[in-house]
């Protein structure tokens, strides 16, 4: 019997020669505890693996077997991290799609949605092939990317949505900014609806925003820093969700960060519209008050709001409608980040912390049942992409995410597979960790 450590499984992992290697052989995962919250299975049997493929019950006949131990971990199906840049082309000196890739691998997750406000940003098709060949050549998570809805980001023209999904972008959304012009996003809605495709949106108002570094509170005036308030986010959202109910098309709220946020959210879905929303680990956990004045790890975009906010979040999360947890993975030189809170771009990476501060947060501290962490990570993002939930039934791609809840560690960038460092977290003592472990085919 071969027993492969987990760190050993992540090396191997890495390299697309191994990855080939797994695909051939009959793989046995021993030692884990399978849980499934789509299907209910909650036990500690082996999960066999073929040709890339869950397995029912017994071994396939004949060929090598390898085994791998989980070392008592839990074995979730693959997570999904609906939001997160990988800088490339243009600033791969923060972070490149292979090294967010494996990121991503090292932090939990078995596949990514790539923004595309790169420079130049993801609106060809070749830019978009692009993007996914070099996800597929990384060995890490699966990358997928998403398209922008505009040509050049610039929210005055639609871009080729068509072309773009042909060559497959998943979603379509211009992060970073909102599309100003109602009209044309309503356009842009129906035509990703026919694609089978949502829309996400960074729901805020260029011109409520202005120049604001931080949240619009006491806080910000306290530091005579100028802030965004909250209407900025609020009345796009509510103008987002009334197109998405004109339309039917599917509308997806990124990072939202406001009390008024999810209630309209919550609204939304109780009349039963085609509409869902994410929220990054950062604005559960923190608000405007924990900033540090002196350290830009503490600005983003959406800012960090106020405490009432927060518990807002919490709610929304823990009741299911806020559907998603999703981390905004936002890589910066720390140069540039030590510019301040004024002059430094927006941003904080998330990929390796993600899973250990809201299983944390949620799970052990609120008491989030276990399956519904898992699920706001799986079949959560799924349904956003139109995509069937993810579960360890038969036949499904053999993408895994293993989970030690009895990991306790402390948060080192040092020690990040990411090439960016810039996270609030350092040093922050968290519980869980995980990795994952893409065994499915190539695709
Ligand atoms: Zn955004």
Redesign the pocket.
Known sequence: MVELHLAKVDVEGSNPFARSIFFMDAIQIINGRLLCPVTGLDTRDALWVYEGCIQGGSPPPGGPVRTLDAGGRYIFPGFIDLHVHLREPGLEEAETVASGARAALAGGFTAVVAMPNTTPPLDTPERVAACRAAGRAAGGARVWPSACLTRGRAGQEAADLAGLAAAGAVAFTD??ATVPDTELLRALLVAARKLGRPVMD?AQDPRAEKNGVVHAGPWAARHGLPGIPREAEVDIIARDLDLAAATGGWMHI??ITTAGGVERLRAARAQGLSVSGEVTPHHLLLCDEDCDPDDANFKM?PPLREASDRSALQAGILEGVISCLAT?HAPHLAATKARGLRAAPFGVVGLETAVGLTYSLLVRDRGLALGEWVARWTSGPAAVLGRPAPTLAPGQPADLTLFDPDAHWTVNPDEFISKARNTPFAGRLLQGRAQGLCLGELT
Do not use: L, M, T
């Open positions: 992060d970073g960074h990124q990072h975009n905004d």
